[in-house]
């Protein structure tokens, strides 16, 4: 199963299925990746809140995949935004992480609230290019007017946006925006957690097309463009996020399942969230 690539904006190529391993048990992480990589999928998504880096790293490496074939994600800490603090919390996800260089780091959270502006953060995350550590970079949960800034003021447009997307909360303006401005979406819980998977138009749209219902919203967001990586420790459900290539959904498919949206966040508001441990 060949998984399509997305181009970013500085022509680094990022496979749009991945591995999402956040609430995955450091002491599980290993396992759940090497699975993973076993079933195919060549993009880990990481952060150092999610305390296992380290164990993905060892994933990659005991795996005997090419350290080229995978993407890997990390992001910067939230109680790291001091510009100062950023490339050392870089060099301690590269010390973790033990692969060599980071495909793509992203500014975790924008933190509108905090001491520290995000903008200014932004700026030593640009400097981390230079290192020849990460091939891009990017930012995560940034709300269109956290973007606005960040492209007056900076120097790099953002290679992504990982935000939080899913049938209940479609976010068209902000992937409209992304797009307009050659920033790729990333879709983080993409199933909603689950939440979305006993819906009735979806399970009408899996019964349709002789999938399962988290299937159905994995080619959902395949084909509207968006990036994924699916969280799962059960094996089987990781093999069944990955068989997403191989069936097409309709318009009327498409629309059956985006019409979905409510506007309904699973995580926090990026505009009031403030959690700097
Ligand atoms: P997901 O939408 O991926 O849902 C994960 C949940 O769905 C788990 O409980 C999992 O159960 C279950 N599940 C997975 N596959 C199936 C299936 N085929 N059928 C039924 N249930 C299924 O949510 P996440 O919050 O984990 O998001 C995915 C990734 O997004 C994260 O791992 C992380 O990489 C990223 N993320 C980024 C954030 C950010 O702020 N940038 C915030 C949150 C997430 P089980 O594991 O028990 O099988």
């Known amino acids: 199963m060949t998984v399509p690539t997305v181009t970013l904006n500085n022509g680094v190529d990022i496979p749009q299925l991945g591995f999402g391993v956040f609430q995955i048990k450091p002491a599980d992480t290993r396992r759940a990746t090497e699975a993973a990589l076993e079933v195919g999928y060549r993009h880990v998504d990481t952060a150092e809140m999610?305390?296992?880096?380290?164990?993905?790293?060892?994933?990659?490496?005991?795996?005997?995949?090419?350290?080229?074939?995978?993407?890997?994600?990390?992001?910067?800490?939230?109680?790291?935004?001091?510009?100062?603090?950023?490339?050392?919390?870089?060099?301690?996800?590269?010390?973790?992480?033990?692969?060599?260089?980071?495909?793509?780091?992203?500014?975790?959270?924008?933190?509108?609230?905090?001491?520290?502006?995000?903008?200014?953060?932004?700026?030593?995350?640009?400097?981390?290019?230079?290192?020849?550590?990460?091939?891009?970079i990017g930012v995560s949960n940034f709300q269109a007017a956290h973007l606005d800034r960040v492209l007056a003021e900076g120097s790099v447009v953002p290679a992504a946006n990982q935000i939080e997307a899913h049938p209940y909360l479609t976010q068209e303006p902000l992937r409209a925006y992304d797009q307009a401005h050659g920033i790729a979406t990333e879709a983080w819980s993409p199933l909603a957690k689950g939440h979305v998977l006993d819906d009735p138009a979806v399970v009408a749209v899996a019964d349709a097309v002789g999938r399962t219902p988290a299937q159905v919203v994995l080619r959902w967001h395949i084909q509207r463009g968006d990036i994924v990586f699916p969280k799962s420790v059960t094996r089987s459900r990781v093999e069944e996020n990955f068989a997403v290539f191989d069936f097409d959904l309709t318009a009327d498919q498409m629309a059956a399942v985006g019409g979905l949206n409510r506007d309904e966040r699973t995580g926090p508001d990026p505009d009031t969230f403030d959690y700097r441990p």
């Not at 692969?99 to 030593?124: E, I, Q, R, S």
């Open 50 to 136: 999610y305390g296992n880096e380290a164990e993905v790293g060892q994933a990659i490496r005991a795996s005997g995949v090419d350290r080229a074939e995978v993407f890997v994600t990390s992001k910067l800490h939230n109680s790291r935004h001091h510009p100062s603090d950023v490339a050392k919390a870089f060099d301690g996800t590269l010390a973790a992480l033990d692969v060599g260089y980071v495909d793509l780091f992203l500014v975790h959270w924008p933190l509108p609230a905090a001491d520290v502006d995000y903008v200014d953060t932004w700026k030593a995350m640009e400097d981390l290019l230079g290192t020849g550590h990460v091939r891009a």
